[in-house]
Structure formats: C-alpha cells, structure tokens
C-alpha cells in the first residue's frame, strides 16, 4: 500500500522544531535579562528554560500554526509571555528596555546563525543527499526568526516595542496606550489586514535579504 504524502505537511513538520525553539529562545532571553538585572519572577514561575513546552501558548504555540497550515499561510504564532515584574529592577526603566528587547534580538541572533550555516551548507555540502531540504529548512527558519524580530519590535500592546517605547516615553499617555494590551490580538489582527502590513513585510524581506 503506497502512501502520499503532501510535500507542504513534510515542510510544516520540518520546520515545526524550528518554529517552537525560536519561541522559547525568545522568551527564555526575556526570563534571563529579567533574571540578570535582578527579578526572579519568571526563574519561580518556571520559565527561566528552554524547553519549549514551558512557554507553550494553546492559541499561539499550536491554534494558530495549524491555522496558518491548513489555509496555506505563513506559519505565525506566539509564545506564552514571561511574567516580568519591573519593580525588582535596580534601574527600572532601563532594565525594563532591555528586558524587552532582549526577546527580538535572540531572534534576530537566531536569523544570523541559521543564515551563515545555509551558506555553508550551500556552498560546501550542496551536494549531499537532502541538502536541498536542509536548505529550506534553514532558510524558513532565517526567515521566520527575522519575522519575530520585526514583529515584536512593533509598538502595540503587548508587543516588546510597546514597552520598550513606554521606556523611553513614560508618561500618563503611554501608560494608558499600554492598558490597551487587554485587546491587543484585535488591533493586531486589524493591523495586519490593513495597508501598513505591506510595510512590515518589507522591512522583513530587506533585513533577510540582507543577512
């Protein structure tokens, strides 16, 4: 008995791996800043790891890839946030901003690493047998890790940019722009239907070009 097996479910397997470690880095980054300016919120709740099944979101970390599979979109999704308390912070407003940002950069890190390899595989063992999957692999991963950098560096609630732009503008406006993290998977949904969408694909697909 002959069984088929769809080419785009043995890529979205393939990359599946990829899509949860890039998650936990990310938070994991969060937990260890956090931890490394002093607030061990996140290393009590458990968080302060690697292991992707630690910060699994229901919706984010298994709903919305297998969403993004069966409509044929790009894989995207999220992880469980990393409980912070910026109140244990010697310097809070600067802690806090690294804290934030700490969870993109590991990702753009990510991207960078992933994409030097590909390179390595391309130019030096392009002619091994399933070079030519590892290649997709890890060029979805490049891809998807320059996404969240991107992504996450947005200013909406509960994105990293909102915080980190409260960081750098605290003021009663801000504060009350953040409260709005409550309906913040609307306005991102809005936002990614709208125009402006097009613009973030574009800086994504400028910074992959380039690394």
Known sequence: ?????????????????VFLISLAIHEFSH??????????TAKNAGRLTLNPF??????????MPLISFASGAFLIGWAKPVPINPNNFENKRMNDAVVSFAGPFSNLFIAF?????ASIIDEHFSTMQYAGRILQLLNMGTYFNVF???????PIPPLDGSHILYDIFP????????????YGFIILILFIYSPLW???VKIVNFIYNVI
């Open 1 to 17: 008995m002959n069984i088929e097996i769809n080419d785009r479910l043995i890529s979205f397997l393939m990359f599946l791996p």
């Open 31 to 40: 937990a260890y800043a956090a931890f490394h300016y002093g607030d061990t």
């Open 54 to 63: 630690k910060h699994l979101d229901l919706i984010g970390s298994v709903l």
């Open 113 to 117: 690493i992933l994409s030097i390899s």
């Open 148 to 154: 969240l950098f991107v992504f996450n560096l947005l």
């Open 171 to 182: 003021n009663r406006l801000m504060a009350r722009y953040l409260s709005f993290s409550a």
């Open 198 to 200: 097009s613009y973030v």
